[in-house]
């Protein structure tokens, strides 16, 4: 494992993620993972990421794990939810957010803190204030931000002094290269990647035959569906070629392929079995040659114009009459719609958002969705759309 050096910290090139703790991967069996991350710390990963909203027992079982050896690894976790379950960055719910993951996680201080998602009702001044406190008490050593709209980590870029920025970014989602990576090199803030192996697909294991249990993200996450899926497998196909020359996986060319961007401080994974482990932490330590980078790219741009064409059009498609009567899919062509138009440029991000979470939320809910709160929702997207 090779290590990277920023603030007084070498990150390990590759990350470990906790995200599967939510469920959203699928169920996962907690003995074996405390021994996943036990491996993780053998193989040399020493950035661990985790959230309050990861499921209850995440932070808990992490701060398991790591007790022995605190001094040696970079804990990463995020601000959770308020009590009514939207995000709250007002001062006293960031100080007693970070109080209640200290807590858990059963340490004095954390590495890394980050503000997980937006709270529009709370001015970035404000919670920047208490990010500050936070470290003036000792309480974290770093902070940043992760899944806000670009404008907004621009406003925290410019009041706070955020050290880290977690950002989506593989072969298949390069949306955050086009925005998000420049601003922050211009900032001087590190990039974190995470979902490198694009959830899995990547690694060529998923096909348009792979079914995923309920509460698995993929089920609506756009990557897995219409013309996106089709070009993250044939990306997937031209990384396992590209791997050939090198003995090398192609998820690990496309580990490989992330950290060879520039502002990557490192590559977060989430892996629940050993094995993927091992296989992700072998992306580090040796480097794609210039004229393979030139070769994926120049894939990647091909792919790129078919989506910026295609995607638009499919947008319309969906937005134009009525959403299909089965709710699951209607559901998922709403979230298609959002996430899509936002990479696209379709639509201002942070008019969006707050539908986003509507929707969202409204499927956490007791309740199932009905039809018509749905179709709301297209009339309310279709109307910002462009
Ligand atoms: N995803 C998000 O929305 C998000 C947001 C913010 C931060 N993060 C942080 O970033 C971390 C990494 O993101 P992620 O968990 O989405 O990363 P990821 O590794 O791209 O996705 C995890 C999925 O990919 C599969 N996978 C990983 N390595 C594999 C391999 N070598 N071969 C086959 N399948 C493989 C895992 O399968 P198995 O379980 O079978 O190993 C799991 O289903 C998260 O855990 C979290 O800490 C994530």
Redesign the pocket.
Known sequence: MKYRSYKGLDISEVGM????LSG???SVDLENYKSVLNHALDLGINLF???ATYGDEAEKILGEVITPVREDVIISTKIGMGDDGRPSLAYDDVKSACKNSLSRLNIDYIDIYLVHFDDPNTEVKETVHALEDLRNEGKIKHYGV??LPAERVKEYLEEGDVSFC?M?L?AVSRQSRKELLPLCQKYGTKAIA???????IL?G?IDEDSEFAPGD?RKMDPLFKKERFKSALRITEKLKEIGKKYDKTS?QVAINWVLSQDGVISA??????KE?LE??VDSSSWNLKEADLREIESFLDKEEEMLEEKEPEIINEILKDGLPEKIEQAFNDLVYVMEVSIDRGMVEEKKIVPIFQELIGKKKGDEDLTYDQLEDIRRKVKGLIV
């Open positions: 993620g906790c995200y599967a959203s991967y699928g990421d985790t959230a992760s899944h977690l989506e593989s995470f979902s490198v192996t694009g959830r899995g690694s294991k993200i998820t977060l994974t989430g892996p629940s079995s993927h296989e992700n």
